[in-house]
């Protein structure tokens, strides 16, 4: 299988604490990889590795090809350039307009002209449903708001992988399931691969091509409790998995 | 009738072709009055930039020009789909910038507004102050020592050390005028009325406002910032009596004992440079000191350190508590707080010093 995303052996943490551990996966390339598990089960630990946020405890990522923790650092910038990422709340620069944060990735990386950089900031801003917020302040936003523009922002650049923390999460279900057609579209159209941190389990059915669960195993140190094709996932019988998903389903 | 402008893609356009197309056509499109035609039938990949290109050519093009594209394979078109038409400026169609004395007049309002909001942080001060103190005395007893302790140990030091050579160096000036006189004796004096009555409580004010003034205004802006004193009022308890009150009646002890500090340093730097450059002996220069030295003069020093200390804390409050945003507001309230604690320290040591010459 194709992979933009690889880990090997890898086991997540801080510090000494091993969150998550034995971690071989191969995210599909041009899919939509929904990684899920309960409040705690190191999800999010194990996205902020990926991304290169925090360090491995041990094992390798390796991100359209290349080991993040190999290469200098320059080598390291340039293959995180080629990632998209969407914070849990926006994680907007506070001391910059809607406009600034969103064409912020195109000024620092492209030699592209003003007027262009201005035409895609509003386009995307308008596919969100944010044109109106261009001139306003991160401290002037809603939640939803502030989410959608971040996710503007980490498109901006074209991405080859887009990682989205919890994207629905504080969305009303009409924005939300918008914000999961626009993901199918990029995927479609930008052949993008996308992972998403999510608990929503309608989000999960509407854009998942592929499930990644982790959290405790009934055996060994918590890891993989799932990894493949959503539909398998959602047929599953394995009672931990069925656990989660009546729980979230009920 | 001139033809159309027909204007071809490379095989790539991206971002890194993006830039020459920008220079090479903008121009003659924004000018254009025959038909414009983008020709992408050489296009095999479009990326988001060189959509971006064409959307913004769209809007660019006088409706004369009646821009086209043409020639785009099926996902070349996807893409520019996906893009379609730069909708322009939605917020051109806003409120109006406001004329000069409209801005003079929201300006007014806004300093009227911070002034109202800074008596109400003071009078909510003054109100749970008996609260804190007796009825919620052993509560925040702790709370009060802790502050006391966080603000004398931060600028015990530095204090201390400016102090001495604040007072070294008003000796060294003063005493190198005074012995053309022969009138050595007079520097105990000096050093001490200046040091009691104005150095001493000026001094401290300064450092505190810099060290005390900054980092209350920035703890309570961080706290407003992140729902913390939401979070109190949901539980009953008023930000003023837990956050503020505390560390008014911590700085209205601390503030004052640092200015005694900050006096008896500052003289021993002159008792230094008298006893050792003007050869004073020990008992002239501190029964000297002594002698000119007033009770009035140790309660100005010591009313001026008070009022300082409670306009410091307040103002560091007041700016953190008037906080909305996020973290730039933060560091934007505590800069704030740092310069108008040190206008209104300048402001109140000159009416003090109007108030004690003259009464």
């Not at chain 1, 195109?106 to 030699?111: I, K, P, Q, R, S």
């Not at chain 2, 992140?226 to 009022?233: G, I, M, Q, V, Y």
Request: charged fraction near 20%; charge should be neutral.
């Amino acid at each position: 299988m194709d992979a933009d995303i690889r880990t090997r052996d890898l086991v997540v943490g801080y510090g000494d604490k091993a969150v998550l551990s034995g971690l071989d996966l191969a995210l599909p390339r041009h899919a939509i990889t929904c990684l899920v598990g309960g409040s705690g089960s190191g999800k999010t630990t194990l996205f902020r590795t990926i991304v290169g946020l925090i360090a491995p405890l041990s094992g390798t990522v390796e991100l359209l090809g290349r080991d993040l923790g190999a290469g200098t650092d320059d080598e390291r910038n340039a293959t995180l350039q080629r990632v998209g990422m969407l914070f849990q709340n926006g994680a907007l620069l506070n001391s910059m307009t809607v406009r600034e944060n969103v064409a912020f990735p195109l000024v620092e990386h492209t030699g592209l002209p003003r007027p262009v950089v201005d035409a895609l900031v509003r386009v995307r801003l308008q596919q969100l449903g944010v044109l109106h917020a261009l001139d306003l302040y991160p401290s002037e936003l809603s939640g939803g708001m502030r989410k959608r523009v971040g996710l503007a922002r980490a498109m901006i650049h074209d991405p080859a992988i887009l990682m989205c923390d919890e994207p629905s999460a504080g969305l009303d279900p009409v924005t939300s399931a918008g914000l999961d057609r626009v993901l199918v579209s990029l995927k479609g159209i930008f052949g993008l691969t996308i992972v998403v941190v999510t608990h929503e389990l309608d989000s999960i059915r509407r854009i998942a091509d592929h499930v990644v669960m982790v959290g405790k195993r009934k055996q060994g140190p918590p890891g993989v409790l799932f990894d493949g094709p959503a539909t398998d996932f959602f047929a599953s019988t394995d009672t931990g998995i069925r656990a989660f998903l009546d729980r979230r389903e009920g | 009738m001139t033809g159309p402008l027909r204007i071809a893609f490379p095989e790539r356009t991206t971002a890194a072709e993006v830039p020459a197309l920008f220079r090479a056509h903008t121009v003659a499109i924004r000018a254009s009055r025959a038909p414009v035609e983008l020709d992408l039938s050489g296009v095999a990949v479009l990326d988001s930039a060189g959509a971006g290109l064409v959307a913004h050519w769209r809007r660019l093009a006088p409706p004369a020009a009646a821009l086209e594209v043409v020639g785009a394979s099926a996902p070349v078109q996807a893409v520019l789909d996906l893009y379609g038409r730069d909708p322009g400026e939605a917020s051109a169609d806003g409120p109006p910038a406001p004329g000069v004395f409209e801005a003079l007049g929201e300006r007014g309002v806004g300093f009227v507004g911070g002034v109202v909001a800074f008596l109400v942080v003071l009078t909510d001060t003054l109100w749970f102050l008996p609260v804190t103190l007796f009825k919620k005395g052993a509560k925040r007893r702790a709370l009060i020592v802790e502050e006391m302790v966080r603000i004398g140990s931060q600028s015990f030091g530095i204090i201390g050390f400016l102090s001495l050579l604040v007072g070294l160096t008003m000796a060294l000036q003063a005493a190198y005028q005074l012995r053309q006189f022969g009138a050595n004796i007079f520097l105990a004096n000096l050093v001490g009325l200046s040091m009691t009555r104005e150095m001493g409580p000026l001094l401290t004010a300064i450092l505190l406002a810099g060290r005390i003034g900054s980092s209350t205004a920035a703890e309570i802006a961080t706290r407003s910032i992140t729902e913390e004193l939401d979070a109190l009022r949901t539980f009953g308890v008023d930000p003023v009596e837990y956050v503020v009150v505390p560390k008014f009646v911590a700085i209205s002890i601390t503030g004052p004992l640092l200015a005694v500090m900050a006096t008896a340093i500052g003289i021993l730097g002159g008792y230094l440079v008298g006893v050792l450059y003007l050869d004073l002996g020990h008992d002239q220069f501190v029964n000297q000191m002594l002698g000119s030295l007033y009770l009035k003069d140790v309660i100005t020093g010591l009313v001026k350190a008070l009022s300082f200390s409670w306009a410091i804390v307040l103002i560091g409050a007041y700016k953190g508590l008037s906080t909305r945003g996020g973290p730039l507001e933060v560091g934007t309230a505590t800069t704030s707080s740092v310069v108008v604690s040190l206008f209104a320290v300048i402001v109140l040591d000159a009416v003090y010093s109007m108030i004690f010459y003259f009464g």
